[in-house]
């Protein structure tokens, strides 16, 4: 019989455990958690695999330089993937597929995910962070335009929330 | 106070980068622990049918918080230490409603979806591929971009401030809002699906509890406010030489900027550009450059620790005298990026902003229309 998935920690506690990692970061590393600033330096990367002459002279890429891998944020995104995968195979939550409700067609599901990806690729280099470096690290620090890109990133999901609805439905 | 690796300048180095390798690595065990390996459970906090996000996210907000007043009082860290993101109110507004979009459509977020890729699900990896397709697309389209990027840039400010309250004030009002929140979700849950998911009542009203305490205790820590960060001394074996470079940066002229050239530039809105004034409050409130800071001097070096050798940092005043001295200044502290306005505001006023008409030299056509676009974009309220 095939083992089942364990059951989640508590969330409030794994907050906590999250909030000490958040501030172990600022003490050794002095700065917060990200996500995004890895995986758009990944993007700039490949682009400049395509097309090295132009991403350099790139206004944004450019400035990254010749080695845009060679940062730290590059080295965390590593490391959330490799924890990730030793937390999922241990506690037996590792699935092969997509995640949408059984009622919903797979493409349709991959497409909102496509489309959600490149809004999320583009909002994060325009706020220059995500959930991990704008809204929960800057908000730990109490910034102001960290707080803001949190109300109205929660908000913005609120008020659509209805349209995207069905995705999830059995 | 000890140094990070941000404030040693380590950051992007080997060391750096094992030591956020190893931080990758919890961060990615604790989201997977948390369930957001799924994107299915993560969507859940918009249907009011799992919570999870919300009760993970502001745990995890409320502790860093509080840890980090706590060590900053106790003399463990010292703020200026740390990285802090300025803030740009027109981006950061528009990037969540468009982040937020996103966020609702796919069910993932950054972080998330990596988690979501170790734990085998497509669409996180579909995910994954589009935010490396909407980071070239925002590189591609930077020139159009820019004003937005750099809409309401404000350098580094604090809630607190920006509402008028105290820090520890706010930090509390903060946890509490945080307690009232993990409430809600709590009868949120219940009322959706009958039970209560995770815990029951006793256990939010100690959780609950213990935030409310631990929050409070930062009124019996000691006031670090009024005593300002000390300025790092430059290092003695390296004093000759870094002297001998400073008087050559003077005579080479490559520490100040000129009027023109920095007014394209503001105008512009080049992202990575700090305009530093550090005149009195007062004459800042009665006029200063659209964009610039207000940074008293002797501030000044601890507001800008955050800047250090990234992007151009221009200091002006009235004159030169100040500013000048400043750039010295932070020049010994081993900043490599600070700048002085030539003539200071005087020279601004009269080069850039004074009417073609009142000028007792003709000007070419050229430089009439730059004249008026500068004091266009300068001289307009708000």
Known sequence: ???????????????????????????????????????????????????PGHTLASPYFGRWGQEPLSYYLVFMLAGI?????????????????????????????????????????????LAAGCTSGQALTGGALLLSGSLVFLLSLFATGYALARLFRRQWND | MTDTLFSADLLNTPIGFTASLIIGILFGVVLERAGFGSSRRIAGVFYFTDM?????????????MLGLIYLNATGLLALDAVYQMPTVWGAQLVGGVIFGAGFVMSGWCPG????GMASGKTDALVFFGGVMLGSIFFNEAFDAIKPLYGWGKQGITFAYDTVGISKN???????????AVFWISEYLERRKSGTSKNQGARFQKVFGAVVVIVALGIFILP?????????????VSADQQSETRLMAQVDQAADHIEPEELADRMMSGEP????????????????????????????????LAAYKNSGLIVLYSNGMTHPAQARDSLARLGFNNVYFLTDGMTGFSQRCLKPVSLRRAPVSRETAEKVKGWREYFLRQG
Request: positive net charge; charged residues 15%.
């Open chain 2, 223 to 235: 006031d670090t406010t009024a005593v300002s960060p000390k300025p790092r001394p430059p290092q």
């Open chain 2, 52 to 64: 999870a996000v919300v009760k993970v996210m502001f745990s995890a907000l409320i502790t860093a």
């Open chain 2, 112 to 115: 998330t979806s990596a988690v």
């Open chain 2, 272 to 303: 990575d550009l700090l305009v530093v004034d550090v005149r009195s409050p007062r004459e800042y409130a009665s006029f200063h450059l659209k964009g610039a800071v207000n940074v008293p001097l002797e501030e000044l070096a601890a507001y």
């Open chain 2, 169 to 179: 004030v706010f930090a509390i009002l903060f946890s509490l809002m945080a307690v």
């Open chain 1, 1 to 51: 019989m095939e083992r089942q998935p364990e059951k989640l920690a508590n969330p409030y506690l794994t907050g906590v455990l999250l909030g000490l990692v958040l501030l172990s970061s600022f003490t050794l590393l002095g700065a917060g958690l990200g996500a995004s600033g890895g995986m758009a330096r990944l993007s700039a990367w490949m682009e400049g695999l395509i097309a």
């Open chain 1, 81 to 125: 993937f490799l924890g990730a995968c030793v937390s999922a195979l241990a506690s037996n939550r590792f699935k092969l597929g997509a995640e949408k409700g059984a009622s919903f067609p797979t493409n349709l599901r991959l497409l909102y995910s496509l489309i959600g990806g490149v809004l999320i690729g583009f909002a994060s280099r």
